[in-house]
């Protein structure tokens, strides 16, 4: 059964990069039937999209944040990462990073149990 | 217009039916692209309800089925049960922001 496990960053400074890392187990993140992708939801709010990237390292961001964002594959770790740079405090979320269907039909199965990040000084 | 609307709220009495719809645009739904649904317990993460429009994953159980229309798309819940408190999102593909979109999500509560 496949899972996904986030690292655990916690916490991160206003204008710093927040860096986490996606493990990939039960399965191989090389493939062509899906993307690698990270959610992120803050306290009390919605889902966001931040982007995903195929095993190639083709990658997709969402516009809101593709200035900031840098979403990287390591198919020899079997695992993808996430760098958001000069975070302020409307980064503060739980991070999620989840399998997305690749194709016609985009879903996210399954989901990481997701990281708690906090930006403060 | 990117954005997918839920209402952000809806309840019902146990083994009542309610359904959440998510009203999207010429840039999404009405494109015709798929919708999705997941359901987040509290404390959790989402969870995979309904994928493609209509379709349920292995273990979900069959009172939850989903549909789309025009530019918006439904979920429904029959024989509410207690541990069908949670949050709902819709999700899909916007051709103007050129990717995901997930909707505001929908807070279920069992009276």
């Known amino acids: 059964q496949l899972q996904l496990q986030e690292s655990v960053p916690g916490l991160v400074k206003p204008s710093e990069t927040l860096s986490l890392t996606c493990n990939v187990s039960g399965g191989s993140i090389s493939g062509s039937r899906y993307y690698w992708a990270w959610v992120r939801q803050p306290p009390g709010k919605g889902l966001e999209w931040i982007g995903n990237i195929f095993y190639s390292g083709t990658s997709y961001y969402n516009p809101s944040l593709e200035s900031r964002v840098t979403i990287s594959v390591d198919t020899s770790k079997n695992h993808f990462s996430l760098r958001l740079t000069s975070v302020t405090a409307a980064d503060t979320a739980v991070y999620y990073c989840?399998?997305?269907?690749?194709?016609?039909?985009?879903?996210?199965?399954?989901w990481g149990r997701g990281t708690p990040v906090t930006v403060s000084s | 217009q990117s954005v997918l609307t839920q209402p952000p709220s809806v309840s019902g009495a146990p083994g009542q039916r309610v359904t959440i719809s998510c009203i999207g645009s010429?840039?999404?739904?009405?494109?015709?692209?798929?919708v999705h649904w997941y359901q987040q317990l509290p404390g959790t993460a989402p969870k995979l309800l309904i994928y493609g429009n209509t379709n349920r994953p292995s273990g979900v159980p069959d009172r939850f089925s989903g549909s789309r229309s025009g530019t918006s798309a439904s979920l429904a819940i029959t024989g509410l049960q207690a541990e069908d408190e949670a949050d709902y999102y819709c999700q899909s593909y916007d051709t103007a922001l050129s990717g995901v979109l997930f909707g505001g999500g929908t807070k279920v509560t069992v009276l």
């Open positions: 010429t840039s999404n739904i009405g494109t015709g692209y798929d």
């Open positions: 989840a399998r997305l269907s690749h194709g016609d039909s985009n879903w996210f199965d399954p």
